[in-house]
C-alpha cells in the first residue's frame, strides 16, 4: 500500500520538543544498563514500558544515541511496549571491537543483546541508518523480527546524497552546522569520537553492499515504511521502490516533510505507527504513572 498521510500536517514544530538533555525529559522509568556482550564489544542500553507488552527495539539514526533519537516518543510508546534502546556499538556509552562500523556487525549485535535479555523476537522501530540496520537484523536473523517500522529507509548507498565526503567531513559540519557538531560533542564525550564516527560512516557508505530486489523480496514481516516528500537525503524513489519489493510493506509519504519526520510532524508520526500497530492486533495497553512506577522500582524482566 502507497498512500500519502495528510496528517502530517498537524506536526508540533520541532523547536518546541525538549532535547534529550533536558531535566525531566524521561517522564517514564527507565533503566540504563551497559554490560559487555563479547570481547571488546559493550552494549549499553535503556529498557522500561509495558512490562506484559510485546518488546520493542528502537533503533538510532548515524552519529546519534537512543536518547537523542527516540528520547521524545518514550512516553507515548510505554504503555504499548516494553521498550528497549540500545546506543549502537561505537555510538555514546557503547563500544565499536574493530574500530569501524558495519551494518551487519551491528545487526548481529542486536541479536547478540535480544541473546542477553532472552527475547527471542522483537518488533523494531528503526530511523535512516538504525533502518538499514534493521533491515540487515531482519535478513540475517529473520526469527528475531515481528514487524518493523522503518523511517527515512534505503537499500542502497549508490545515490544516497551522503554519498559524497564532504557529508561526512568534521571541518564541514563544524563550519556549516555548528548545532549538529555540539550535538554529538555532548553524546559522544570527545572530539575523537566524533571523528571517528564521522569517518566509520563514511567509510561504511563505501563498502556497503547492495539490499537486491531478491533480498528484499525475502523479508517478509509488516514493514511500514515512512518517508518524508522532501526528504533531502534518502531519494524518496528508494523508498517507494522498497514498498513494491518487500512482501508486506505499506508506504506513507509525509508532505512537505524532510529526513527527520520524528521532529518535523510528531504527532502525524504517532497516529500513523500507532494505526500500523492496531492493524497487527498489538493492544495499546494502559500505563502506570510515573509516580507509581517510581514507587513500585523500575526493574523488573521484559516478556
Request: hydrophobic share 40%; with cysteine.
Amino acid at each position: 500500500m502507497i498512500r500519502r498521510d495528510r496528517s502530517a500536517w498537524v506536526g508540533t514544530p520541532s523547536a518546541q520538543l525538549p532535547t534529550p538533555k533536558t531535566p525531566g525529559f524521561y517522564r517514564a522509568a527507565m533503566v540504563r544498563r551497559r554490560e559487555i556482550l563479547r570481547e571488546g564489544l559493550t552494549i549499553a542500553w535503556e529498557e522500561g514500558g509495558a512490562r506484559d507488552g510485546p518488546p520493542l527495539l528502537l533503533l538510532h539514526n548515524a552519529c546519534s544515541t537512543f536518547r537523542a533519537t527516540w528520547g521524545r516518543v518514550v512516553e507515548p510508546l510505554r504503555a504499548r511496549f516494553y521498550l528497549i534502546g540500545p546506543d549502537l556499538r561505537g555510538h555514546g556509552e557503547s563500544t565499536s571491537p574493530t574500530g569501524r562500523l558495519d551494518l551487519r556487525e551491528m545487526a548481529d549485535d542486536m541479536a547478540l543483546l535480544l541473546d542477553r535479555l532472552g527475547i527471542p523476537a522483537v518488533h523494531v522501530m528503526a530511523f535512516s541508518g538504525g533502518a538499514s540496520t534493521a533491515l540487515y537484523l531482519a535478513a540475517r536473523h529473520p526469527a528475531r523480527v515481528r514487524s518493523m517500522v522503518l523511517i527515512g529507509s534505503h537499500y542502497t548507498v549508490r545515490n544516497l546524497r551522503t554519498r559524497g565526503d564532504g557529508f561526512w567531513d568534521p571541518e564541514r559540519i563544524r563550519r556549516e552546522e555548528p548545532a549538529w557538531w555540539a550535538a554529538m560533542m555532548r553524546w559522544h564525550g570527545s572530539e575523537e569520537r566524533v571523528r571517528m564516527l564521522l569517518r566509520g560512516w563514511q567509510e561504511e557508505d563505501h563498502h556497503r553492499p547492495d539490499f537486491r530486489p531478491e533480498d528484499l523480496q525475502g523479508i517478509r514481516v509488516p514493514t511500514l515504511l515512512l518517508i518524508g516528500e522532501n526528504d533531502p537525503i534518502t531519494p524518496i524513489e528508494q523508498t517507494v521502490e522498497m514498498a513494491r519489493w518487500m512482501p508486506q510493506a505499506q508506504l506513507v509519504i509525509f508532505p512537505k516533510a524532510g529526513h527527520d519526520i520524528l521532529r518535523e510532524r510528531p504527532e502525524a508520526f504517532l497516529e500513523t505507527v500507532h494505526g500500523f500497530w492496531d492493524a497487527l492486533g498489538i493492544p495499546r495497553g494502559s500505563a502506570r504513572s510515573p509516580e507509581a512506577e517510581a514507587k513500585e522500582g523500575p526493574g523488573g524482566s521484559p516478556p
